[in-house]
């Protein structure tokens, strides 16, 4: 997260207003319940959360849930053994750039690459594959190593993922001619390392998939600003202190923590859940403008990716 935004003097929230492993494991089996079949933990960043292994156990116990995780790998070396052993199924790495000074940039931390690539190599180990690779990409900043990137991960078993830098928030400064687009990205990789394209693996895969054509491997570029896919996406997002949200750009969320703790059943639960989600309308990636642009969002750091 931006050390402008969340620096030393940030006041986080007190422990009472963020769900417990108890009410995120309520809350899990009830989205079971109505058809969900993946749970993935992010953030922020969810490794910093005290006793996450006690969480993946619980949840990971849940019959017919795949529990997977986003992390940018900075305590991954040290914890994947304990996540696998506790129940995890994967995990989908954020590393920006293979180059140590765009990573930096990208990101604004005091962990390395070489950081990042011992937590993967880990993971591996640990049996948390496929392993996803995720990478933003954004003008200016890290897209010459694009193509670096792409041929250090060729043939590894890992997948690297393209993302087109988003408007996520309000706090990254974001402006269109930032991003790299998608089809510059597919351009880039292919003239070096030929590409074909993959068919989708299911409804509301966000990534599109690129195989090379020598057999290699294959990659996948998100491209929800240029080409966006919100008539297909299947996900919701539960935030840390309990708010359900429809929409990765969205500006309010549904408490579900007051509800809880003021005694609600989890039939009652589940139909805040179904009117919440039935109701949804969200199609701020399709009516992107200069417009929008400007509407205050709830930050990624804050319901994940």
């Given at each position: 997260m931006p050390r402008e935004a969340f620096g030393d003097d940030f006041q986080f929230l007190p422990r009472s207003e963020i769900?417990?492993?108890?009410?995120?494991?309520?809350?899990?089996?009830?989205?079971?319940?109505?058809?969900?079949?993946?749970?993935?933990?992010t953030g922020g960043e969810p490794l910093l959360r005290t006793d996450l292994a006690v969480l993946v156990g619980q949840l990971s116990a849940i019959p017919g849930i795949e529990l997977v995780m986003t992390t940018n790998g900075s305590l991954l070396a040290a914890k994947a053994g304990e996540l696998a052993a506790a129940g995890l199924s994967r995990v989908t790495v954020s590393l920006d750039s293979l180059d140590e000074?765009?990573?930096?940039?990208?990101?604004?931390?005091?962990?390395?690459?070489?950081?990042?690539?011992?937590?993967?190599?880990?993971?591996?180990?640990?049996?948390?594959?496929?392993?996803?690779?995720?990478?933003?990409?954004?003008?200016?900043?890290?897209?010459?190593?694009?193509?670096d990137f792409a041929r250090h991960f060729k043939g590894s078993g890992y997948v690297p993922r393209f993302i087109e830098y988003m408007d996520v928030g309000t706090t990254n400064g974001w402006r269109m001619d930032e991003v790299v687009t998608g089809a510059e990205i597919i351009e880039m990789i292919d003239a070096e390392m030929p590409l074909e394209p993959v068919e989708s693996e299911y409804l509301g895969e966000v990534a599109k998939r690129w195989r090379y054509r020598d057999g290699g491997g294959e990659i996948g570029v998100i491209t929800s600003v240029t080409r966006a896919f919100c008539g297909d996406c299947t996900r919701a997002r539960l935030s840390a202190d309990g708010r359900i949200y429809t929409c990765l750009f969205a500006v309010n969320g549904t408490d579900l923590r007051l509800p809880i703790r003021e005694g609600a059943t989890d039939k009652e639960l589940e139909e805040i859940i179904r009117q919440v989600w039935s109701a949804r309308e969200d199609r701020y990636s399709e009516i992107r403008s200069s417009e929008t642009e400007e509407t205050r969002r709830i930050e990624m750091s804050y319901i994940g990716g």
């Open positions: 769900l417990s492993f108890e009410e995120i494991f309520r809350l899990t089996r009830i989205f079971r319940g109505l058809g969900v079949e993946k749970i993935r933990l000074d765009a990573f930096r940039e990208m990101n604004d931390v005091d962990f390395s690459v070489a950081t990042v690539l011992d937590g993967i190599g880990a993971a591996a180990r640990a049996g948390l594959t496929p392993i996803k690779v995720n990478s933003v990409v954004k003008r200016g900043v890290n897209e010459h190593t694009v193509v």
